[in-house]
Every structure is written in structure tokens, then in C-alpha cells.
Nanobody
Framework: QVQLVESGGGLVQPGGSLRLSCAAS????????MGWYRQAPGKQRELVAV???????NYADSVKGRFAISRDNAKIAVYLQMNSLKPEDTAVYLC?????????WGQGTQVTVSS
């Protein structure tokens, strides 16, 4: 069983920064990708960023140039550096790991951007 635990969310003013972290534990071997999704109230869950085992990164257009995803293979962890935050970035951010044709999800961490 794979478990994901996110941390780093909180309240930040517009233009501020936050860094989200996600650590995975359990039976993980071989190639896997990790990423972040977000879900705002009344909206569908959307992809924010993903990074493959080879380090290829993809971002939602809405966060390109502001967010950066990275990973630590030794720790089986993924990070999301969020800069120039906007009120529309407010959402629950969920970590995901894809391995052996299975998606695993964390519980999510709240990010609120407000003055």
C-alpha cells in the first residue's frame, strides 16, 4: 500500500510564495511519476504539474512561469514551489503518484491566497 502525505499549505497574500511537499511511503519500485492537482470549491479537479521518473515536467498553462515542480528520488518526494500567487490559485492541492498502472492520492493541503 502506498501512502502520500502533503504539507506546506496555508494562507498567503497575493504575490506571495509557498512551497508544498509530499512524501510517499510503501511499496514503490520501478518507474513512477509524481504530481500535483488542485480542486477549488465548485470546480473540477485540475492538473497543476507533473514530473516523470526521467525528470520531464509538464505544467498547466495557468501556472507556467510561476510554479516549479521538483522531486527527490531518494526520499520518494515531490515538491511544488509556488511564486507570484494569485487569489485564483486558492484550492486544495493534492499530491499524486502513478506507479504500476495505479494512481495514488494524498489527502490534500489547503492553499488560500487572500489579502
Amino acid at each position: 500500500q502506498v501512502q502520500l502525505v502533503e504539507s506546506g499549505g496555508g494562507l498567503v497574500q497575493p504575490g506571495g510564495s509557498l512551497r508544498l511537499s509530499c512524501a510517499a511511503s510503501g511499496s514503490i519500485s520501478g518507474f513512477y511519476s509524481m504530481g500535483w492537482y488542485r480542486q477549488a470549491p465548485g470546480k473540477q479537479r485540475e492538473l497543476v504539474a507533473v514530473i516523470t521518473s526521467g525528470g520531464v515536467r509538464n505544467y498547466a498553462d495557468s501556472v507556467k512561469g510561476r510554479f516549479a515542480i521538483s522531486r527527490d528520488n531518494a526520499k520518494i518526494a515531490v515538491y511544488l514551489q509556488m511564486n507570484s500567487l494569485k487569489p485564483e490559485d486558492t484550492a486544495v492541492y493534492l499530491c499524486t503518484l502513478y506507479v504500476n498502472w495505479t494512481d495514488y492520492w494524498g489527502q490534500g493541503t489547503q492553499v488560500t491566497v487572500s489579502s
